[in-house]
C-alpha cells in the first residue's frame, strides 16, 4: 500500500531528508510516516553503559517508505537491489548503515522500523528512530532521524579489478 510523500508545515516537528538515488527524494516528519501501515514491535537492546534496555515501539517498515521513494534499481533484476547501501544518521551525529537486501522481502526481510513512538509515546518532536528488532545490542538504534540516503551509485567500484579500474 502507498502512501504519499507529503510536506508538512516547518513548525511542525523534526524532519528527515529522504535522499540519494531515489526518484522522489523527501523531507519526511513524525506525523508523514503515520500514513504508512504501523507495525508494531518489542525490542530489547544491550546498551554498553546501561545494561538491558526493554520498549515498545510503533512505525512503518522502513523497507515501504524507501519503496514508495523509488529506488533507483531495476525491479525486474532481482540482484540488482544488492547494489544498494542505506545510510541513516542521527542529530546527534550517529550513523548506521544498512545493506537492501536486510530489509528486502526476497532476502533477509528483516522488520525494521522508522518508529514514531516509544512506549506509546509519540516522538513528533525528537524525530523518528531506526529499530532493528533482530539486533541483540543497540548500537544501530538511532534516535532523531535527520536523514537517509539510499545509495546503488558505487557499481564502477564493484566492475573490473574491483578498484574502480575497469
Not at 526476497?106 to 528488532?133: C, K, M, R, W, Y
Amino acid at each position: 500500500m502507498s502512501r504519499p510523500l507529503t510536506e508538512t508545515p516547518a513548525h511542525a516537528s523534526a524532519k528527515l531528508a529522504l535522499t540519494g538515488d531515489v526518484a522522489r527524494p523527501a523531507r519526511l516528519t513524525v506525523a508523514d510516516l503515520m500514513a504508512w501501515p504501523q507495525h508494531r514491535v518489542r525490542a530489547g537492546f544491550e546498551c554498553a553503559t546501561s545494561g538491558v534496555q526493554h520498549h515498545r515501539f510503533g512505525g512503518p517498515l522502513l523497507h515501504d517508505v524507501l519503496t514508495d521513494a523509488g529506488p533507483g534499481f531495476d525491479p525486474v533484476r532481482r540482484k540488482d537491489r544488492l547494489r544498494f547501501l542505506i545510510a541513516v544518521t542521527g542529530a546527534d551525529g550517529h550513523h548506521a548503515l544498512l545493506t537492501w537486501a536486510e530489509i528486502d522481502p526476497d532476502f533477509a526481510h528483516a522488520p525494521v522500523l522508522l518508529a514514531v513512538s516509544i512506549d506509546e509515546t509519540p516522538l513528533d518532536l525528537a524525530g523518528p528512530q531506526l529499530v532493528l528488532p533482530q539486533d541483540r545490542c543497540g548500537a544501530r538504534h538511532i534516535s532523531g532521524i535527520n536523514a537517509i540516503r539510499v545509495d546503488g551509485g558505487y557499481s564502477s567500484w564493484l566492475s573490473g579489478d574491483g578498484l574502480g579500474r575497469a
